[in-house]
């Protein structure tokens, strides 16, 4: 199965400060990259696919990038609604889908 | 506009069965791939199993070693809904399960249309 890992799994930052989150996955895997982000009590929501694509209706100030196993997803400045846990995730082409462990992300 | 609203859940004991249903609006379940994700408390999130589209040949279903063998995943096509039937469940099965649409983009694979998620606890 794909391994993925996710650092860091919680940060604190203030408003307007920008926040990167890597993604880290296991060779056998897709090479696709997906990020969701996950408010409590709502169903998560999609925010990048295909590594770098922005969801339609989904702020600029949201990005992802990265190729191989190794990917990164930014906020370039964090608003209050921010406030989430972030999964990256992926599938093998055995179609095995796999979220990472998340990111918890607060306001300081 | 496409629409997940799932139904089902609830309390029941160690080793029982227990269906879940999600209902789709504003697109044909036939025409896309079907997941089902969860999230035990205080957990990330997990993939659980996903029905295909119908295809040529049937539609072909995978799941996640955790439940392969005690849950089955299946499409009413009359009715527009997917199903989740849960048998020989265990406490590890709690959880918060949610539906959710695949949405195809060349060779990637997201979730792009969520339900609104329905809590299963199983306790004696």
């Known amino acids: 199965d794909i391994q993925m890992t996710q650092s860091p799994s919680s940060l604190s930052a203030s408003v307007g400060e920008r926040v990167t989150i890597t993604c880290q996955a296991s060779p056998d895997s897709s090479h696709y990259l997906n990020w969701y982000q996950h408010k409590p009590g709502k169903a998560p929501k999609l925010l990048i696919y295909?590594?770098?694509n922005l969801e339609s209706g989904v702020p600029s100030r949201f990005s992802g990038s990265g190729s191989g196993t190794d990917f990164t997803f930014t906020i370039s400045s964090l608003q209050p609604e921010d406030v989430a846990t972030y999964y990256c995730q992926q599938h093998d082409y055995l179609l095995r889908f796999t979220f990472g462990p998340g990111t918890k992300v607060d306001l300081k | 506009q496409a629409h997940l609203v799932q139904s089902g859940g609830g309390v029941v004991q160690p080793g029982r069965s227990l269906r879940l249903s999600c209902a789709a609006s504003?697109?044909?379940?036939?025409?896309?791939?079907m997941h089902w994700v969860r999230q035990a408390p205080g957990k990330g999130l997990e993939w659980v199993a996903v029905?295909?589209?119908?295809?040529?040949?049937?539609?072909?279903?995978y799941y996640a070693d955790s439940v392969k063998g005690r849950f089955t995943v299946s499409r009413d096509d009359s009715k527009n809904t997917l199903d989740l039937q849960m048998n020989s469940l265990r406490a590890e099965d709690t959880a918060l399960y949610y539906c959710a649409r695949d949405r195809k983009v060349g060779d990637n694979d997201a979730f792009d249309i969520w339900g609104q998620g329905t809590m299963v606890t199983v306790s004696s």
């Open positions: 504003g697109f044909s379940l036939r025409t896309a791939a």
């Open positions: 029905m295909s589209a119908l295809l040529h040949d049937g539609s072909y279903k």
């Open positions: 295909d590594v770098s």
